[in-house]
Nanobody
Framework: VQLQASGGGLVQAGESLKLSCGASGSIARVEDMDWYRQAPGKQRELVAG???????NYDDAVKGRFTIARDSDKNTVCLQMNNLKPEDTAVYYCHVFAFSANTRWAHHWGRGTLVTVSS
């Protein structure tokens, strides 16, 4: 299973970005699809997640500003980020928990995409 994320960049506070991530490979089923982030000097943290039923969860810091969505037919997940703040600056990682013929049920991570928000 390979994850390819895109959409990061440099924006000013108050602006928006949309991150996208696609999973490819011999995927039979995908359960959770999530976005994590890691800021300099900090641990990686869960930003938003969406289950196979469509149930979502968000970190309190991004509630009301970020929206996660998935296309289960295409195995893609997006994160719409509005009203970005300098504290949102981090490397954002796509994560899925999926079943494939090669890895069975396993956690998979993308390489990360950098989001920088200037004040």
């Amino acid at each position: 299973v390979q994850l390819q994320a895109s959409g990061g960049g440099l924006v000013q506070a108050g602006e928006s970005l949309k991150l996208s991530c696609g999973a490819s490979g011999s995927i039979a089923r995908v359960e959770d699809m999530d976005w994590y982030r890691q800021a300099p000097g900090k641990q990686r943290e869960l930003v938003a997640g969406i289950g196979s039923t469509g149930k979502t969860n968000y970190d309190d810091a991004v509630k009301g500003r970020f929206t996660i969505a998935r296309d289960s037919d295409k195995n893609t997940v997006c994160l719409q980020m509005n009203n970005l703040k300098p504290e949102d600056t981090a490397v954002y990682y796509c994560h899925v928990f999926a079943f494939s013929a090669n890895t069975r049920w396993a956690h998979h991570w993308g390489r990360g995409t950098l989001v920088t928000v200037s004040s």
